[in-house]
């Protein structure tokens, strides 16, 4: 069963920095690629994705130059570090596995943590 536990979110002032984690087991973290999602009002947007080997990434034009993803397969475990944080970078950010990090599709999902940036 494909666990997915982030944590690290919280209340912080506009400017300020973040850094989320997700921890992943039931599966073999390393073959798979992962994604950093968010959602506020509206629907789930692409964050962030780096390969199973953590040396390629990418990252949404929202939050390029700002927020940074990496992974240390050995502690299975997913980071985004965010920086410069806005209010519009509200919201709730999930982790999840998926396939290709150019493009990527989850079909598991974590509890998700809170974010909320005030101004």
């Known amino acids: 069963q494909v666990r997915l536990v982030e944590s690290g979110g919280g209340l912080v002032q506009a400017g300020g920095s973040r850094r989320l984690s997700c921890a992943a087991s039931g599966l073999t973290f390393s073959r798979y690629a992962m994604g950093w999602f968010r959602q506020a009002e509206k629907e789930r947007e692409f964050v962030a994705a780096v390969s199973r080997s953590g040396f390629s990434t990418k990252h949404a034009d929202s939050v390029k130059g700002r927020f940074t993803i990496s992974r240390d397969n050995a502690k299975n475990t997913v980071y985004l570090q965010m920086r410069s944080l806005k209010p519009e970078d509200t919201g709730v950010y999930y982790c999840?596995?998926?396939?290709?990090?150019?493009?990527?599709?989850?079909?598991?999902w974590g509890q998700g943590t809170q974010v909320t940036v005030s101004s």
């Open positions: 999840a596995p998926c396939f290709i990090y150019s493009d990527c599709r989850p079909e598991y």
